[in-house]
């Protein structure tokens, strides 16, 4: 079975600082890996994923990540933080190869202060 | 529309009272994935429809709970007898095909007082 597992539900980052939103996962089969983000009343977005080909995954809005198999981790940075990138942050994992069951973590909220 | 829609944005209900929510994919996308956002339990996959197969309900958290896809397009939620703790954020996805990304709707907040 598929978990996933996100560590700290909010983060606060100053502007222009580093964002590391920290994700691991538990997968029996190779994993697809996917980072979703919830703006307040909105949807869910996808921000990138990863589905076994390069393990550094860029994404949208200058986000990426890095799938570390050793580390089960899928951790989502970005360099330099923007007010604009407060928000909610989903890890998802799902099996690969077959349809998107999508297994979520507990989020983390990302707060940036000037 | 260009994108996934849901109907009604809010919904307040009495308790035991039923309810119906509604998905409308994206046009051409085959499969159709409704989740819960509840505080308590965080995003939780419901069912899943695929083109004419055999909707996957291994995630209805009763028997309350039934959703139905007509024509292989829009989908209807709908839950009998509402309790408080259906209290959440329903949110629909669909994607092109099965192992293609899921794009989400707004979803349904759905109060039950």
């Known amino acids: 079975a598929q978990s996933v597992t996100q560590l700290g539900s909010h983060v606060s980052v100053s502007e222009g600082a580093l964002v590391l939103l920290r994700c691991n996962y538990s997968s029996s089969v190779p994993p697809y890996l996917f980072w979703y983000v919830q703006y307040p009343n909105q949807g869910l977005q996808l921000l990138l994923k990863?589905?076994?080909?390069?393990?550094l995954v860029k994404g949208i809005n200058g986000f990426e990540a890095e799938f570390k198999k050793s580390e089960t981790s899928f951790h989502l940075t970005k360099p330099s933080a923007h007010m604009s990138d407060a928000a909610e942050y989903f890890c998802?994992?799902?099996?690969?190869?077959?349809?998107?069951?999508?297994?979520f973590g507990a989020g983390t909220r990302l707060a940036v202060h000037p | 529309g260009a994108g996934v829609s849901q109907s009604p944005s809010n919904k307040v209900t009495e308790k035991g009272k039923d309810v119906e929510l509604r998905c409308d994919p994206i046009?051409?996308?085959?499969?159709l994935y409704w989740y819960r956002q509840s505080l308590g339990q965080g995003l939780e996959f419901l069912i899943y429809?695929?083109?004419?197969?055999?909707?996957?309900k291994s995630g209805l958290p009763s028997d309350r709970f039934s959703a139905e896809r007509t024509g292989g397009s829009v989908s209807t939620l709908t839950i009998q007898r509402t309790q408080q703790e259906d209290s959440a954020v329903y949110l629909c996805?669909?994607?092109?095909?099965?192992?293609?990304?899921?794009?989400f709707g707004p979803g349904t907040r759905l109060t039950v007082l």
């Open positions: 998802a994992v799902t099996l690969s190869g077959g349809y998107n069951k999508l297994i």
């Open positions: 429809f695929q083109g004419n197969s055999a909707p996957d």
């Open positions: 996805a669909s994607s092109l095909d099965a192992g293609k990304d899921e794009f």
């Open positions: 046009s051409g996308h085959t499969a």
């Open positions: 990863y589905t076994s080909a390069a393990t």
